[in-house]
């Protein structure tokens, strides 16, 4: 079946513009996970989704980063007033319920703020 | 803080030479290790589970075990194909998210 997909592949953004990232988790998986990974660093958790629970937050750097999940599916990050120190890739994970650390990851978004 | 820690950060193996790569904590109760496998501009797919000291899994040519303070990846006689980064992860507490270290990035010469 297919996998997580992600939106755009590439996003050049000038500092100080708003950027909507998308994902769109395999159907039927429950949780759903965002990262970020820059260069030479490991993945940094963002915020996670499960079903139609409160998301967990606790990974979000500042209130300039919010993110939603629609219907259970389709999930947002949303950047607003970019920074250059935003620049990474942006990774989607998702997984199914009973097997929530077995996370499927998309290809990402690279995200670069000039 | 809780942490993991991968070493080393960059391994070159001729084709067939053994080795391990090596996954530390600092995570108070730990509730599972996880190995991932990330191939450049790919995202990372999922390798193993661990959360018992003690326990191991296989797959092919790699072997993941664990003890009370650090995780250890085996690979024996890698193949070219099996050149990628490896990244740990733990579980923290009864969080529902996973801490990764930065990776070992495996190289292996034909």
């Known amino acids: 079946g297919a996998g997580v997909s992600q939106s755009p592949s590439n996003k050049v953004t000038e500092k100080g513009k708003d950027v909507e990232l998308r994902c769109d988790p395999i159907?039927?998986?429950?949780?759903l996970y965002w990262y970020r990974q820059s260069l030479g660093q490991g993945l940094e958790f963002l915020i996670y989704f499960q079903g139609n629970s409160a998301p967990d937050k606790s990974g979000l750097p500042s209130d300039r980063f919010s993110a939603e999940r629609t219907g259970g599916s389709v999930s947002t990050l949303t950047i607003q007033r970019t920074e250059q120190r935003d620049s990474a890739m942006y990774r989607c994970a998702s997984s199914e319920r009973g097997r929530r650390y077995e996370q499927y990851f998309g290809p990402g978004t690279r995200l670069t703020v000039t | 803080e809780d942490q993991v820690t991968q070493s080393p950060e960059a391994l070159r193996l001729q084709e067939g030479e053994s080795s391990s790569l090596n996954c530390s904590y600092t995570?108070?109760?730990?509730?599972?290790l996880f190995w991932y496998r990330q191939d450049p501009g790919k995202g990372p797919e999922f390798l193993f589970t661990l959360y018992s000291a003690g326990e191991e899994k296989e797959k092919e040519r790699l072997k993941a075990t664990l003890t009370k303070k650090e995780s250890f990846l085996h690979i024996t006689a890698p193949k070219p194909e099996d050149s990628a980064t490896y990244l740990c992860a733990g579980r923290l507490n009864r969080d529902d998210k996973i801490i990764f270290g930065k990776g070992t990035r495996l190289h292996i010469l034909p």
């Open positions: 159907s039927g998986h429950t949780a």
């Open positions: 995570v108070s109760g730990l509730r599972g």
